[in-house]
């Protein structure tokens, strides 16, 4: 078997850490399999470094900040290669760039655009354990280090897995799987076995944080078999595959919030083409994330866009919006960060009509008020009231049976 | 014209040297000049890499040390560009291998045997200010990443200031230029406008801290001009010129000691051909580095070899030459590590052949004994009594008029 471990910056915090991942990957290669292992900078070195940037310059050349940003990872993949050294096998680490990470030139958020794993391959093939820096990249024509931005490290082990045709690719972290809620307020969550990708792309984009959504995409367009679990354990996780392997197809998998988000309601605006495309169009501009949009049929030749973005960006939208009022004469816009996102998601979900009046039912009884509503074939998100985000979470994931009776153990939160 | 500028861990210890250098580099831009920055890692910063390496190895493998160390010039240089960037000017920062540093693949002590500066001149004909990791590159077969060993930065330096056939090299540390003594220990020391690169190579050999002894070998086989001066100001330093352009030939130039080393005495080798290759070759398998070697003529068939070896390579060589005792036959080996050596340098020696009896006489009415003699052409060391090191070093000063009377600003010390 040919596996790609995936270690975040918890699970090489420190040295004894580093030490705990080494005797993982042994394991694995004790094993017989070809083992690949993508790995983070350590703990919080990554802040640590972007603080003494901001100590030079408000605003570092992007370049330069890749340049710094990758010693992150150089330090924790050698420092993995020395303990798996005194395991008793040999490693040979590489950077992005000599992994042939090959990116695009957008320092900071960079794509990957093609894997050249040809060392990567040799040194597999010489019986060495691959470390590989994650995170980082080079760009095709300039040739410089790049990083794929927060999170770019799944994103890493999962094009690797694809490039090398892996048999699965594990993804360490500090929760041990994928669970039906988060436990922390919702008691009953039980952890699940298997996930499809499509669900695990939902759950990720509804606020699930044990996965990045871009490494989900990635994993889900070249049917890689991903395998959420924790670096704490030796228990299994849940695995992420592609839909037709994915054999117990619930109708629903899970409820997911996001607590992260600002709700921003543009009144009045004139009900003729070419203006939400022009509010849209601008908050791109500020590389402003939006999520949900809402626009309900007009009633008196105006209406109301809603949408949500990032609580950071909350005050960079407005700003840009109101720029636009004269040209576009809206009412006026207004924006509030005190809601959260409850999210629904499950492939059953495209065969059975009933799923979203069931949800809307149980909100209903929980005595919760339901203002923004988006859907997509298998998932149901709605905005609530931040406060409500608990009773939304545990009334949804009851009524459609997500619980189980033995989840005294679950441990940690992931969606 | 082209300048090379290097600068050690202690004039980047912090982000507000790293903004002084900055300024200083951004300036030599301002004057016209298209300027080279080569850069070692802040502070302790590679002190501190090696010990979490020995966390977690006592004996890290090569490859993975020098991936790990590498990290330390990057986020340095990665600081520098920024800074520079505040400065109003554009810098691009190059690890040894973008920079087209080609070495062996000797990991931890790796020799330059290319450069290939093309991304280099490209970024200077672009206007930019082109920072170089110091003390690295990569290997010319196997592609890896490898280190020069301590001081490599400034034969990253050099190296790069003979690619780019730079007018200057500047290398700027901590003490302001090359003395004819240490001021700590001979307060008339003073400052040198220009020493020779062949007297600055018997200087750096002999024991003086401002040089590494490989850059000025470089320096000297590719005639690059080197200036030795302060981060800390803006006065003139040390020239380090090829020897016809060195004006002022003064008979000696310097007085260098050190104490660093230990002294081992073979007593009653056989007189007959291959002992002496035997113990020598034995050390350096060991990779010990052995100084000065003295064997006087034989008196009764045997002889006594004395020689020194830095103090921390004593006791293994001791140990190596043990074993060799019933093959060699000799009658004992004795270490004494409470001595110093002390070296007059001179480019003028070789034709003035009062130098050596002078220094002995001065030495004499000192009331040092002198232990070993060693000889080049233009550097007289001899091995004396720790504690008479510093009167050791007056003597010779005062004897060869060295001493100058406007030395209350001899701030430090170099050689």
Known sequence: MIVVQKYGGSSVADTDRVKSVAARAAKARREGNDVVVVVSAMGKSTDQLINQAHDIAPEPPGRELD????????????????????????????????????????????????ITPGRIQEALGGGHIVIVAGFQGVSRDSKDVTTLGRGGSDTTAVALAAALDADVCEIYTDVDGVYTADPRICPTARKQDTVSHEEMLELAASGAKVLQVRSVEYARNHRVPVHVRSSFSWADGTL???????????????????????????????????????????????????????????????????????????????????????????GEVVMDDDIGKVSLVGAGMKTHPGVASGMFEALAEAGVNIEMISTSTIRISVVVREADVPAAVQAVHERFGLGASDTTDAREVTS
């Open 240 to 330: 992420v595959v592609p839909e037709e392997d994915h054999m117990e197809q619930a109708i629903v998998s899970g409820v997911a919030h996001d607590t992260g988000e600002a709700k921003v309601v543009v009144r009045g605006v004139a009900d003729q083409p070419g203006v939400a495309s022009r509010i849209f169009t601008d908050l791109a501009d500020e590389a402003i994330n939006v999520d949900m949009i809402v626009q309900n049929v007009s009633a008196d030749g105006t209406t109301d866009i809603s949408f949500t973005v990032p609580k950071a960006d909350g005050n960079a939208a407005m700003r840009r919006i109101q720029a636009l009022a004269t040209e576009l004469g809206f």
């Open 67 to 114: 340049m710094l940003l990758t010693a992150g990872e150089r330090i924790s993949m050698a420092l993995l290669a020395m303990a798996i050294h005194e395991e008793g096998h040999t490693a040979r680490s590489f950077t992005g760039s000599q992994a042939g990470i090959i990116t695009d030139a957008v320092h900071g958020k960079a794509r990957i655009i093609d």
